[in-house]
Each structure stands twice: as C-alpha cells, then as structure tokens.
C-alpha cells in the first residue's frame, strides 16, 4: 500500500511541479506527517525531491526526472481516462487506486499528448450525479472494510460471511459462496450463492463481511452479464406484480414503458392512441408510475387502480380548490 502511495506521490510532482504538503496529504487522503516521512523515504531511495521554502514554497522533482512507466498511445489513454470517470469504482470501494491509477495513466503519455489527452477526457460527462431534470442518480457510502473484505474474497475465491440487513427484517449472519460484483446506476450489488441457490445482495445493506479461509462452492466460469440479466428477468417476473391495460398519449410511450416491468401487448387506437398492457412490480409500483405520468395516461384496467388514481386526484384538488389562508393570491 505505501509504495503505491510513493508512486502517486511522485506522479503528482511530476504533473504539478511544485506541491505543498498539506496539499500532497490531501490528494492522497493521508496526514502531512505521513507526506513528510514518505518525502524523506523517497530522498533515501536516491529520488531526487527536494524542498523550496518560502511563501509559495512546497516540494518538488529536480527537472527531467521521469518514472518508469510503460507508454500508452493517445486513444488508449483517454479510453482509461473517460472509463476512470464512472463511479463503478465508488461502488466497489476503488475509489482511491482509482485515482492513483489515473496520475499513472497520464504520466504515461509522451510529453506531446499528455495535456491533449487530460483536456479530452474533461470534455466528456459519463453518468453524472443529476439528469436534465436534476434528479439525483443514486449514489452509495460504503465502509471501505466492509467492501475490501468482500472484494478480496470474491477474487481470491473464498467463502464470505455477512452480516445483511434484508428489507424490513433484522440483521443477521449469512455465509454465502461470492460470484462476483456488479454496479448499476451507483448501485454495488453481490452476486452469490447461498446453500445453492442464487442469490443478489445489495453491498449498502451489509453491514460487516469477513472473507473465510474455505474455497468458495461456484462455478469455475461465469458471464456475469448473462448472471445479471437472468437475475434480473426473475425479479421482473416474481413478487405480487400487477397488470394494468393503459392508455397513453404516443408522445409519452417512452415514459411509460421506462418505467414499468415489461410490456405484454400494444395496440393503436383508430384517433392514433395507444393502449398498452403492462406489467409493475406491485399496486404501489403501477399507482405510482401511472401518477407520474397524468394526464397524459389513463389506466383503463383494473378497476382498483382507477378508483385509487380517482381518490389521490380528488384529495389532491381539495388542496388547491382556493388559495391557502396564509399565502395570499397574487395581484
């Protein structure tokens, strides 16, 4: 771990020159102590860093000091550099070697390119944290513990015990043979097996993990994008899912499909409307999307989803049937 932290520390001299060490600590998420006895280690191991005083002093490279990197062509570079910024990495507690391994990306580039590439890369967006219509995309915190001990299990093919906390159940232990990770959206999740059957458990919700010394009951190979998608079709179809034939304004088909399960069937209607039948994961699933989308859908099946649409739109009218006492109408 430390002599990763020397590199990056060198890395960062290399591209900004000259560095204060309460900014190396920041960049490096340590202490200035520790900056300060990772500088005088370097100067041991014949690195030539040295200190300038002064006001705008800090610490620096003498000139022409380059590290051994192997080079990358421009196109390779801003690949890594545009893959770098998603948050894939957040979510697998990465987030550090992620940045340590974008300083060596860069210094890897030949003098000529490095600018031109560290430019691109800052012109493209990947997965921001809002939409256009500023919604925030789900982010998680994750103790970087409890993610490394499952990270190393799944790559050293060992068992796993966690400690999960399961929708509207208390916590308790589980020990569970790890397949892999996945991240959608922000989201980390762990794909395993437990007493052979598969199982999805979303990393947020684990709340301690410990890597066992037992080798891991799984299958040798696996395509974790087929594992994710046949998990992700069995949730679609299981659970207590609804029904709902709808009506919907063309314009706003996307929406609506977006946001149900899957679509069962799709007719046009003579004025050019269309009806699809839809499938939501639960009642609250359908109520909440079809709200979402008035007036331009009407459910027109079942009857309870109409009747409950008809009541949350007539409390809600009542709301604003005249102007509230404490707020005057405009002139």
């Known amino acids: 771990?430390?002599?990763?932290?020397?590199?990056?520390?060198?890395?960062?001299?290399?591209?900004?020159?000259?560095?204060?060490?309460?900014?190396?600590?920041?960049?490096?998420?340590v202490s200035t102590r520790t900056v300060l006895r990772d500088i005088d280690a370097l100067s041991a191991a014949g690195v030539p860093v040295y200190a300038e005083r002064g006001r705008?002093?800090?610490?620096?490279?003498?000139?022409?000091?380059?590290?051994?990197?192997?080079?990358?062509?421009?196109?390779?570079?801003?690949?890594?550099?545009?893959?770098?910024?998603?948050?894939?990495?957040?979510?697998?507690g990465l987030g550090s070697a992620l940045a340590?391994?974008?300083?060596?990306?860069?210094?890897?580039?030949?003098?000529?390119?490095?600018?031109?590439?560290?430019?691109?890369?800052?012109?493209?967006?990947?997965d921001p944290e809002t939409d256009v219509l500023a919604r925030r995309?789900?982010?998680?915190?994750?103790?970087?513990?409890?993610?490394?001990?499952?990270?190393?299990?799944?790559?050293?093919g060992h068992r796993l015990r966690i400690r999960y906390a399961a929708v509207d159940r208390a916590p308790e232990w589980r020990t569970v043979d790890p397949v892999g990770l996945v991240t959608v959206r922000g989201q980390g999740y762990?794909?395993?097996?437990?007493?052979?059957?598969?199982?999805?458990?979303r990393l947020s919700r684990v709340l301690a993990a410990e890597e066992l010394t037992e080798p891991?009951?799984?299958?040798?190979r696996v395509d974790l994008d087929e594992a994710w998608r046949e998990?992700?079709?069995?949730?679609?179809?299981?659970?207590?899912?609804?029904?709902?034939?709808?009506?919907?304004?063309?314009?706003?088909?996307?929406?609506?499909?977006?946001?149900?399960?899957?679509?069962?069937?799709?007719?046009?209607?003579?004025?050019?409307?269309?009806?699809l039948e839809v499938a939501f994961q639960d009642a609250r699933h359908a109520e909440w999307a079809l709200w979402q989308l008035a007036p331009s859908a009407e459910a027109l099946a079942p009857r309870w989803l109409r009747a409950s649409l008809h009541e949350r739109a007539v409390a809600?009218?009542?709301?604003?049937?005249?102007?509230?006492?404490?707020?005057p109408p405009p002139a």
């Open 1 to 29: 771990m430390r002599a990763d932290r020397l590199v990056s520390l060198v890395l960062l001299l290399r591209q900004h020159g000259r560095l204060s060490a309460a900014t190396l600590a920041r960049e490096l998420e």
């Open 56 to 92: 705008h002093g800090g610490f620096t490279l003498l000139p022409g000091f380059r590290t051994e990197l192997t080079g990358l062509n421009h196109d390779e570079a801003l690949a890594l550099l545009v893959a770098g910024s998603r948050r894939g990495a957040q979510a697998f």
């Open 100 to 126: 340590s391994a974008m300083r060596k990306v860069v210094d890897a580039l030949p003098e000529s390119q490095r600018a031109t590439a560290a430019g691109a890369a800052r012109r493209l967006l990947i």
């Open 137 to 156: 995309t789900p982010t998680e915190e994750l103790p970087d513990t409890v993610v490394t001990e499952i990270r190393r299990a799944v790559f050293a």
């Open 190 to 201: 762990l794909l395993a097996v437990r007493a052979g059957a598969d199982r999805t458990y």
């Open 216 to 220: 891991t009951r799984r299958p040798e």
């Open 231 to 275: 998990r992700s079709r069995r949730f679609r179809t299981g659970g207590e899912q609804v029904t709902v034939l709808v009506r919907v304004d063309p314009a706003r088909r996307e929406d609506l499909v977006g946001s149900a399960l899957t679509v069962l069937a799709e007719e046009t209607d003579p004025d050019g409307g269309l009806r």
């Open 316 to 327: 809600t009218a009542a709301y604003y049937a005249e102007p509230s006492p404490e707020q």
